[in-house]
């Protein structure tokens, strides 16, 4: 019995530490994706220079355009997984419910809101201005988490309902 409880631990610990590690990739590319618009954004409201405005406009449409497809790719992994698993929309893309680790869901989630946050500040610091263009910026974070979420998120079974069931004709 202690080896088996032993081995359970063992286990639970192993799988805790892979939860933390899980899309470590996709965590830092947001990490890095957040962080350069920001920097290119608060530098385009404060100099507003050509330059400054064609960084921040080509930043915020490849992070846009990053956003679209990791969103497209998670969406066509949630459906295959949906197949087995109950998935929500708000579960995939906002994080919402225990489908990942605590910490991940933070940071996540944390990014996300730095993105609208600064979107939102910097384009209504400058109205009418190229600033306008990092409001597309917030679905690289949208598309980063229902990637994230698709691949190692976890979802409880599906249950069987009375579409489940077919009939023979």
């Known amino acids: 019995m202690e080896a088996t409880g032993e ?8 799988d805790a530490a892979a939860d933390r590690d899980a899309g470590r990739v996709l965590v830092g590319v947001d990490v890095a994706g957040t962080a ?5 954004a608060v530098a385009e409201a404060i100099l507003l220079d050509r330059w400054s405005q064609v960084l921040g406009v080509a ?4 992070l846009f355009a990053a956003g679209c497809a990791m969103f497209l790719v998670g969406y066509a992994h949630a459906i295959q997984r949906s197949r087995t698993e109950e998935i929500s929309v708000a579960g995939l893309y906002l994080l919402a419910g225990p489908a990942g680790p605590a910490l991940v869901e933070r940071r996540l989630g944390g990014l996300l ?3 609208v946050i600064v ?7 400058r109205t009418f201005t ?5 409001v597309l910026v917030p679905v690289f974070g949208l598309g980063v ?8 998120g976890r979802f409880a079974p599906r249950r069987r309902g009375p579409s489940d069931h077919h009939t023979a004709g």
């Open 7 to 14: 081995a359970t631990g063992e286990a639970t610990t192993a």
């Open 145 to 152: 988490n229902g990637l994230w979420t698709a691949r190692h």
């Open 119 to 125: 979107a939102i500040t910097t384009a209504g610091f």
């Open 130 to 134: 190229p600033l306008a263009f990092g």
């Open 59 to 62: 930043v915020a449409l490849v």
């Open 113 to 115: 809101a730095i993105q």
């Open 36 to 40: 350069l618009f920001v920097v290119t």
